[in-house]
Every structure is written in structure tokens, then in C-alpha cells.
DNA sequence: CGATTCATTGAGCTCACTCAACCTTTGTGG
DNA sequence: CCACAAAGGTTGAGTGAGCTCAATGAATCG
């Protein structure tokens, strides 16, 4: 998943997209001038429509396009030889899903939406096309991927060092930061993953997650009624995380 | 980390490097012109050596340059606030250092060298200048970055997945293919990282590694003997991995 | 409104952890 | 070159956090 917590300069993507509901904008646009914004915008492919359950793409498949989420909620999945499923991380709007696939040009995840969703699809050669005319962008791009691999060393960091209510916690510290970028609440929203989604990505089992749920609400840090999110004590919560608060997790 | 395993681009990128004896060329100059290798090698800053035990760069410090290891072998960690250390990855040879600081200009882990190592410095404006000169550098720079996005992955994958063995295991296999792509032998190195590191880079305790150990030779295996690796059976092996042989864990 | 999927809670178990003792290797100064 | 200190590695015994299995309740959806 793309992140945009935490970093500068995504914050202020984050607001050009605000005022000018351009989901591209949000994602790339970093420092681009209006040229190359009208440029980025006719790059942009229509957009498309993904209902929940559907996936965007599927492991294994041949990279075709990116894509940036302009409404809606996705879940990526790796699956094992077994057919073990591991989720890898959830993405919501502004954020872009496939850049893993860069790499060997094929996706080695499957991105499924958790909510009827949009898309635009993004070129990645045309990308790199604009990329070399405005350097802006290709920098910008570039921090993308780079904070793709910052979460994903950060959620290592996770799976080393925390127990199973921490894990909950900073999970749920990392929702609620991306929601109030986005001008939603930070401290009330509703969760679009099932607890066994929750449980994969964070290395647990399903069950656990029940149990942590039960936990953060004795300890009164959180009331989760089934998928509702009521932070009781936002603070309480990054202090119960320790040293992850400051982090992207 | 950076890692070569897997995409047919990168052996490619390796044998051009053992017939040159240039090291970044092994991290970027797939489908580049001689002349655009000329440049980028004028665009490396002079060796240096880095000391066992001493660190490459830490963790906060500003992202002055990237590096490509031309000798030794690293190992990246984080620590949180309370000091606990994750270690996030081990580097060797023609892999690159650095690129998670792409995203907010600051190092997210610290690189410390496990033996006296000799690595080039890469300064990543610069470099970002010559993609644009040269698409091919560009766009194989990315690779890289895509690539330790997919490894993050699969790591992920590993921690929700495997049991002590299994994870040992593939840490072995992961080696092994490495090596081998370097015109090491696949089944018999030396670990230049203590069983503490194995550890938290697996997510588990030092004593489980151990253990570990000991079962994977009484199921003859493997033999480690200190830090020395003897793979008895690398298909059994692979087996014992189950569905991730065929990724790069 | 019945079926199916999802969530919760309990009981017992297991794998990895903790603590501890001991062994082996590495490094250093006399 | 040896001796001894310090760091790293191995093994055992007991514990515990999270897992499995199972039963039941709540939500979602044709």
C-alpha cells in the first residue's frame, strides 16, 4: 500500500487533491506545474469500476497499468502454493495499488476491493515518459515506492517486537491517521476488512483479534463494535504502542 | 535490501558484472549504452572502506548518498524508542543501500557492515539527472525499488505463514540463490550475521534459531556448524519451504 | 426470512519464549 | 604464543501467548 502519513511534502499532495478532486493529483503531482498537470490528467486512462468482492488484478497476471484509488477500500493478497492466503495491506482512496509488480512486470499480489470501488489506471511507460519531462514527478513517483518499502519494514518492525493488542492498536492508529489526511474522523470510522483480513495482515489469528478487541475496550482505548471504531483514548492508544507511535505503522 | 534472485533482467545485470568488475553496473546499468556507463561511473564517489562493527549510515541521519556494496556484507536494522532492534534485512555484494530514505529524505535504518566492506557512493539526484538521459537506468533504478517492495512482501508472507524451520529454512535457501548468483556455491557459505540477527530478522528468539538448527540436521538437511552452512539436501530443502520456493523469500 | 458468512467466547494445547547453565569461539594484552 | 576475558552459541526445563477446535450469536444478503 502507498502511504502518505508522516511525509511533508504527501501532506501537501493531499490538499491540492482536496480542493481539486484530481485523485492523480494527490498521488503524483508533487510540484508539477499546470502543464504537466494537464499532461498527468490526459495520461490517465477512464475510469473504472471495481464492485466489492471483484479483484483489480491478480497475482501472477502481466502488469498492464497502475492504479491510483479514487473511491473505495482494496485489501492486496499474496497466496501460497497451498493456497494460503496472506494479506499485505489495505489501500484506500488517493493511495496507488501496484507497484510491486515494477519489478518483474508481472503483479505478485491480487488486489481486491472491499467496497465498490473506482479506479483510474495509470501507464507505467507513459509515466516514465512524463516522468522525464518533469522531474517533480519522477521524484515524486519515486518517494511512492520508496515509502511502500518504509511501511513495509515498519510492519516487520511490528511483527518482531509487538504482542497481539499492540499490533491492534498501532493498526488501528495507522486507520486513523490516513482517514483524518483525508479529512475524515480520526477517531470514528468504520473498518471495510473482516477481522480475519485484520488478522492476516498482522500476523495473527482471527480469534486473536477478538480478543485483543475485548482488551483495548477493558483497558478503554477503543470500543469496536463489529466493524465501528470508536477511539476512546487516542493518546492512551499511541502510548499503549510505545515506540510505534511516532512511526508509520 | 536489494535483492537479485528471481527476475531474469537482473542475472543479466550480474554477469555483466562478473566480466567488468563494476559494481554499479550490477545495480543499474541494464540496457545501458557504453556511453551512458561512462557517465555513470564518473558519477560514483571514490570507494570507502567501512570497518566491521561500523555503521555505513543511521537511522535519522539525512540521506546524503546511496550506496552500492562492492565488497562485504551488511546487515540493516531499526530501533524503537524503548531500543529494541529489528534487524530489517542483510545486504552483500552488487546490492544496493539506502533507497528506503528516498521517501523522507531521512534514513528509516541504520547499515552496519558484519565485515570490513568496501562500498561506492551514489548520489541520488545525480542519478535521478542521468535517468533521465538514459530511460533504461531509469527504469531498471526503479526495478530495485520494486523489488525490495516485493522481498518486504515476502518476508511479510514468511512471518504470517511459516514455524520456526520453515523460516530458517528459507532464510538458507534465500542465501543460497544468492551466492549462487554471484559464482558462489549454493550449498555450502559461510553466515557472516550472528544466530541474535538471524533471529530478529525472522521475528524469532536466538534460542529458537538454535533449535532450528539442530532440527533441520537431524532431518539432514542442512549442517551449520557455528557459522559455517553445509546444505545436504537443497531440493528437500525447497520442499520443506513448501510454497515459497518458487518465490524470494 | 432463511441461508450464509462473519464475529465472539470458552477450553485445552502447542510452539516459541524466558531463564539459566554451560560450552565454544574470538580477540587481546602480557 | 598463551591465557584469559568477552562475546557468541547450544541445550534443558518450565511457562505463557497465541493457536486450534468447537459452540453459539450477530450481521448480511439473496
Redesign the pocket.
Known sequence: MTHILGSASESQMFRSYVTNDNVVELCLTLGLCSEGITQLNSLMTPRKGVKKGESLFNQGERLESLYAIRSGFFKTTMTTKEGKEQVSGFQMMGEMLGMDAISTEHHTSSAIALVDSVVYGVDFSQLQQLGREFPALQRNFMKLMSDEIVHSRTVLLMMGTM??DERLAAFLLNLSGRFALRGYSPISFILRM???DIASYLG?????I??A??RLREMSLAN????DVEIVNLLGLKDHVAGFSRQRV
Do not use: D, F, Q
Open positions: 504482542n497481539s473482516r477481522r480475519e495473527l489469528r482471527m480469534e486473536t477478538c480478543r478487541v475485548t469496536l463494535s463489529g466493524r
